[in-house]
């Protein structure tokens, strides 16, 4: 309920806003979100930036979606970036089913915590038109995004921390990495890249070595 009504929202706000202006909001609590208006014709050739989120020139196949209410008369796209202050999808438990890639200098084995979602880092993206949204899946050029997941343990001769990139699978109710990788770990942000728009966050793990 919380995020079809945070998705009508953004759809409010952006009925009056021309294409190409990014229009910025925060909530009691903490939630936030950027939306942005879009013509079908921008997006498939240009792509669009929208927050952190820098989406790819998107095949004509992937914006037909916007057609299935064949009664709404306009034509744009909205885009939607929400950055949640909770984990919505917090019911599915505090563990990620996703599994994590050692990293090539360390030859050992999870620990027993591994590996936990941040419940403060889950962002969502998504594109919509006439009040729905569109299913954006299996692109040939990936979404790429940051997620403010800051470094929880620092690095020992014994234990080094990694976080990964991950969505929420709404059908099985789990996290998973599938179509999504890591691009970068700083201290402060993972950088990820996905061929599908959903609900994101980063799982820490640990390695022992």
Same mark, same amino acid.
């Given at each position: 309920? *919380?995020?079809?009504?945070? @998705?009508?929202? &953004? $759809?409010?706000? +952006?009925?009056?806003? /021309?294409?190409?202006?990014?229009?910025?909001?925060?909530?009691?609590?903490?939630?936030?979100?950027?939306?942005?208006?879009?013509?079908?014709?921008? *997006?498939?050739?240009?792509? @669009?930036?929208? &927050? $952190?989120?820098? +989406?790819?020139?998107? /095949?004509?196949?992937?914006?037909?979606?916007?057609?299935?209410?064949?009664?709404?008369?306009?034509?744009?796209?909205?885009?939607?970036?929400?950055?949640?202050?909770?984990?919505?999808?917090?019911?599915?438990?505090?563990?990620?089913?996703?599994?994590?890639?050692?990293?090539?200098?360390?030859?050992?084995?999870?620990?027993?915590?591994?590996?936990?979602?941040?419940?403060?880092?889950?962002?969502?993206?998504?594109?919509?038109?006439?009040?729905?949204?569109?299913?954006?899946?299996?692109?040939?050029?990936?979404?790429?995004?940051?997620?403010?997941?800051?470094?929880?343990?620092?690095?020992?001769?014994?234990?080094?921390?990694?976080?990964?990139?991950?969505?929420?699978?709404?059908?099985?109710?789990?996290?998973?990495?599938?179509?999504?990788?890591?691009?970068?770990?700083?201290?402060?942000?993972?950088?990820?890249?996905?061929?599908?728009?959903?609900?994101?966050?980063?799982?820490?793990?640990?390695?022992?070595?």
């Amino acid at each position: 309920k *919380l995020r079809g009504a945070t @998705a009508s929202i &953004g $759809d409010a706000l +952006l009925k009056a806003q /021309p294409p190409g202006k990014e229009v910025a909001i925060k909530a009691a609590g903490g939630l936030s979100m950027k939306v942005k208006k879009e013509t079908p014709a921008t *997006l498939q050739s240009n792509g @669009a930036r929208v &927050g $952190d989120f820098a +989406l790819p020139s998107l /095949p004509s196949a992937a914006l037909q979606g916007r057609r299935l209410q064949s009664t709404c008369a306009d034509t744009s796209i909205g885009m939607q970036y929400v950055t949640w202050p909770a984990n919505p999808f917090s019911f599915a438990g505090p563990n990620s089913s996703a599994n994590l890639t050692r990293p090539k200098e360390v030859v050992g084995n999870y620990d027993e915590d591994c590996c936990s979602v941040d419940q403060n880092a889950v962002v969502s993206m998504s594109l919509r038109s006439c009040g729905r949204e569109l299913a954006i899946h299996d692109l040939s050029d990936n979404i790429t995004f940051d997620i403010f997941a800051p470094r929880q343990w620092n690095d020992t001769d014994e234990v080094v921390e990694t976080r990964i990139c991950q969505y929420f699978d709404e059908s099985a109710g789990e996290w998973t990495t599938e179509g999504c990788f890591t691009v970068e770990l700083l201290d402060d942000r993972v950088t990820c890249a996905c061929n599908h728009l959903s609900s994101f966050t980063a799982a820490f793990g640990t390695f022992i070595k």
